[in-house]
């Protein structure tokens, strides 16, 4: 399986962006896919998360009501939607994959397949 982010660039506080990631290789093996973010000389945290079948996400409080996930199984796609955005949510978002997660909270751990990371920088 290969994770292939994009969408990363410069955005004013306020704005919003778009983030996809694409799925290639055995794609039936996957459960669950997210966002996670590290911001420089921080770990990576989780961001948002959605179940390959059914309709559950997660979302870390920190973007609740403001980033949306979604997926488009057809074209093996996931996005993420972020709006509102804040200095803060600066960072590498990178998209991530778990063959065995049951939930749609993922930890590193979780972590079967990671993306190659897009940069996200929030400033004016």
């Known amino acids: 399986v290969q994770l292939q982010a994009f969408g990363g660039g410069l955005v004013q506080p306020g704005g919003s962006r778009g983030l996809s990631c694409t799925i290639s290789g055995r794609t039936g093996s996957i459960n669950v896919m997210g966002w996670f973010r590290q911001a420089a000389d921080k770990e990576r945290v989780f961001v948002a998360g959605?179940?390959?079948?059914?309709?559950?996400?997660f979302y870390a409080d920190s973007v609740k009501g403001r980033f949306t996930i979604s997926r488009d199984n057809v074209k093996s796609t996931v996005y993420l939607q972020m709006h509102s955005l804040m200095p803060e949510d600066t960072g590498v978002y990178y998209c991530?994959?778990?063959?065995?997660?049951?939930?749609?909270?993922?930890?590193?751990?979780?972590?079967?397949?990671w993306g190659q990371g897009t940069l996200v920088t929030v400033s004016s």
């Open positions: 991530a994959a778990s063959r065995y997660s049951r939930s749609a909270y993922l930890s590193p751990e979780d972590v079967d397949y």
């Open positions: 959605i179940r390959w079948t059914g309709s559950t996400t």
